[in-house]
């Protein structure tokens, strides 16, 4: 809402609450909506590009990597809505939410929502196996990366064996980003608000 009161002649008056902004709060630093899109990034690019160009496949996993060590220290340092200790719930309020979620009773939530928050740790989990098998598997087999000493010694099932975990998981993380869509999508239209767009804003509006 804009302030009323008169200003002097003269004299110059920043808005703090301008029109794009009233009745609006940021919830989203720049760090966790820089990190969130590099990491979709990221991932796209090495699951569609795969070994067809490794070069390109090996540095979106380093980037992927790099941006969940990024993630974990900013789950304990970072801004309030952030840190994982605003998000993480146990399994037993994980499905209480996702319970009243199917009824449309569960309440708003300005940061994640508990399934929200366990897709999160869900993701983070996944994404970061299916990078660390990757660089186990581009060491067994390219002979190359940090892992190539310890993993250049291994006999060839070795290679073959993570070759199929990295896949497995690669695969199984897909999975888990489609349902994060799709609870995107259903708490969305569950709270009549565009939570895409507030990842890329950082702002929601205020609590109900």
Excluded: Q
Excluded at 11 to 24: F, K, L, N, S, Y
Excluded at 156 to 162: D, H, V
């Amino acid at each position: 809402m804009t302030s009323n009161t008169s200003v002097p002649m003269g004299t110059t008056t920043i808005d703090t609450c301008p029109p794009d902004t009233a009745g609006r709060l940021r919830v989203w630093d720049p760090l966790v909506r820089v990190f969130h899109w590099s990491l979709a990034a990221g991932f796209a690019t090495a699951f569609i590009v795969e070994d067809d160009l490794l070069e390109v496949h090996v540095l979106a996993g380093y980037l992927v990597l790099t941006l969940i060590a990024i993630r974990l220290v900013w789950g304990v340092i970072g801004t309030r809505h952030a840190r994982f200790t605003d998000f993480v719930r146990g399994p037993g309020a994980v499905l209480a939410y996702i319970k009243d979620a199917l009824t449309f009773r569960a309440p708003r939530y300005l940061g994640h929502n508990p399934a929200g928050g366990a897709m999160v740790v869900a993701l983070l989990l996944a994404v970061g196996a299916t990078g660390l098998s990757g660089l186990a598997l581009y060491g067994a087999e390219e002979f190359a990366g940090p892992l190539a000493g310890p993993m250049s010694g291994l006999p060839e099932s070795w290679g073959e064996a993570l070759e199929e975990v990295h896949e497995f998981l690669a695969n199984a993380t897909l999975g888990l980003i489609v349902l994060h869509l799709v609870g995107v999508a259903f708490s969305s239209l569950s709270h009549n608000e565009n939570l895409i767009a507030s990842m890329i804003s950082g702002f929601k509006r205020r609590e109900d």
